[in-house]
């Protein structure tokens, strides 16, 4: 009698700390600062927190009806069924964008791992929104790489990108020219209209130039009026052609104070085998008897 009564309290006190256990869980779940959401293997809804459905501004209602792959912008259908059929006991971390119900779109950092509740897998899923973070990493880089005034990439971009277009040179042979350019009498400019009239010059002329070659195409600010441009898979010709008409667009457009400026360009190509120093020395040439033979022209030289 005294063992079937305390098997019995045994069993009311393991079922009241399950009970404490799932309130306790729900808690913590519901108080999260993390979006939080339960997925079945098929993709659909479980379980979500309200923290999850307030970052995708939908309602939970609304999120228990949802398959995920409604509101993932990175992977297919295909790809999230996969992955979630790979999913693990030690989980995941991944960085993914979602789509929220207003149309916009988020970075998100999630962390995965699999469960087991009655017989079935269910993927516990810790959403992060890494957004302003995202934000902030893609400034430092834009400061980190291009000119302040212009918008342009500068040199140190410049140097690692020629880096890996000598070495695809080197080792697939396509070939790879510079197109270098300075304003004619630039201190004119800045002495007439002042420095921030040619400034204005800088930045519409960048403009320019950008709307006039091809999206491979490296526009870089050099130094002060200096301009390099970078033109992978081109030869010679091809980039004397792209120097000419880039000459033109300049001499033609007037400028915001109503003036006209014109530019002197030096062309090269690259040999395979040549260090940088000879390869930007022959492009500094080019540039240099552009000037020295009238200015507002094109000049190429070889190897």
Known sequence: MGTEVGSQLSESLI??????????????????????????????????????????????EEIRQ???????????RSQILEKLAKIGEPGEQLETRKRRKD?????????????????KKLIFCICRDITQ??????????????DNLTGLFNRRSFDQRLTEEMDLTMRYGSPMALVMYDFDGFKGINDAHGHVQG????????RLVRDNVRSTDMVVRWGGEEFMILVPQARLV????????????????????????????GVTEYVPGESKDTL?????????????????RVEVLGS
């Open 15 to 60: 079922d009241e700390l399950r009970k404490e256990r799932a309130s306790l869980w729900r808690i913590l779940f519901e108080q999260s600062r993390d979006g939080i959401v339960v997925l079945k293997v098929d993709g659909s809804v479980f379980e979500a927190n309200q923290e999850f459905a307030r970052m995708l501004g939908y309602s939970i």
């Open 66 to 76: 949802m398959r995920v792959w409604e509101w993932d912008v990175h992977y297919s």
């Open 103 to 119: 149309g916009s779109v988020i970075d998100v950092e999630l962390s995965n791992s699999a469960t087991v509740f009655e017989g």
């Open 133 to 146: 973070r995202k934000l902030m990493e893609a400034e430092i880089f834009r400061y980190a790489t291009t």
């Open 199 to 206: 400034d204005k010059v800088l930045e519409q002329s960048a």
């Open 238 to 265: 091809t980039a004397k052609v792209l120097a000419e008409k880039l000459r033109q667009v300049l001499e033609e457009y007037v400028f915001s104070a109503r003036f006209h400026v014109t530019a002197s360009f």
């Open 280 to 296: 930007l020395k022959r492009v500094d040439d080019a540039l240099y008897r552009a000037k020295a033979l009238g200015r507002n």
